[in-house]
């Protein structure tokens, strides 16, 4: 396309929308999506394979510090309290590790112009953000599985709820995921990454009820926790943890997923690539 002296970036982005992209549109089989999503997935894994592991010291670092200074101001005498501990701990896995990273990468992704390269392929956009969180997934899992043994060992818990964690985890993740690479999406750099990372870490840590009981929190902060998804992580694993499975965790469960579905709805759209 000529560029016209005058024309906006939006308007130039509005003109190459109206045009015919340089290749024939691929049939939107299920097998060609599957084999999209594979190619994306090996090629992002592969972006960033001498960084994988300052991604999961972060979702190790902090989570089991924490655990070591709960334990030392007896923060986590008794049973309920070191339950309540782990529980949100991995919580702060999830949020420091795949939350952070994603926020990260599209930030940066934007800043590089990533995002002309994806455009030139016949790919669907749901098959990139697909790829996007399920790495930030990936890179959740062996923090998270550190932050689990390490510190129920720390904590003198046992391994019984260890099945149903295995179920909850996937789904306890791929909120945090969707909401890191959402707002991700709002950071033209990696410098607004940072700062939206560090208002992140600061809410989650301290201003909701992962780390700090529910009726502690001021009043207004109660409310805003409804509509954390960090809250119904934390208190799934914990109800795993201390095997008090009911209809709390079936409530969790439907809320995440909710939640889930919720941010893959909004980072599908308002990740336009095409005006990146």
């Known amino acids: 396309m000529t560029k016209q002296i005058g024309m906006t970036r939006s308007q130039e982005t509005a003109v190459a929308r109206l045009l015919p992209p340089p ?4 049939m939107s089989t299920l097998r060609v999506l599957a084999v999209q999503y594979k190619l994306v997935l090996q090629a992002l894994i592969a972006d960033y394979r001498a960084e994988w592991v300052p991604q999961i010291i972060l979702g190790l670092i902090m989570p089991i510090a924490f655990a070591f200074f709960a334990k030392a ?13 782990l529980g949100g701990n991995m919580t702060m896995s999830v949020a420091l590790g795949p ?15 990533e995002f002309d390269f994806w455009i030139t392929l016949p790919l669907q956009k749901i ?5 996007l ?25 046992s391994f019984s709820g260890t099945w149903l964690l295995l179920l909850l985890v996937p789904l306890g ?20 990454a940072g700062l939206i990372d560090n208002i992140l870490i600061a809410f989650v840590s301290f201003l909701s009820p992962m780390m700090i009981p529910y ?23 914990r109800a ?26 909004l980072v599908h759209t308002k990740l336009d690539w095409r005006s990146v």
């Open 73 to 85: 101001i007896g923060g986590a005498a008794t049973h309920e309290q070191a339950i309540f501990v």
């Open 133 to 157: 969180i399920s790495l930030g997934v990936l890179f959740s899992l062996p923090g998270l599985v550190g932050t689990y043994v390490c510190e129920t060992w720390l904590l003198n818990l």
């Open 99 to 113: 939350t952070a990273f994603l926020l990260f990468k599209i930030g940066i992704a934007r800043q590089g112009k």
């Open 173 to 192: 993740v791929l909120p945090l995921a969707s909401l890191g690479a959402l707002l991700g999406s709002y950071a033209p750099s990696p410098q607004i």
């Open 23 to 26: 290749y024939n549109p691929p």
């Open 240 to 265: 795993a943890i201390g095997g008090t499975i009911g209809q709390n965790v079936l409530i969790d469960i439907v809320v995440l997923s909710g939640f889930s579905i919720v941010f893959l709805v």
């Open 127 to 131: 098959i990139l953000v697909l790829g």
């Open 215 to 237: 009726n502690a929190l001021p009043f207004p902060l109660r409310i805003l926790s409804w509509f954390v998804p960090t809250t119904y992580t934390a208190d799934a694993f």
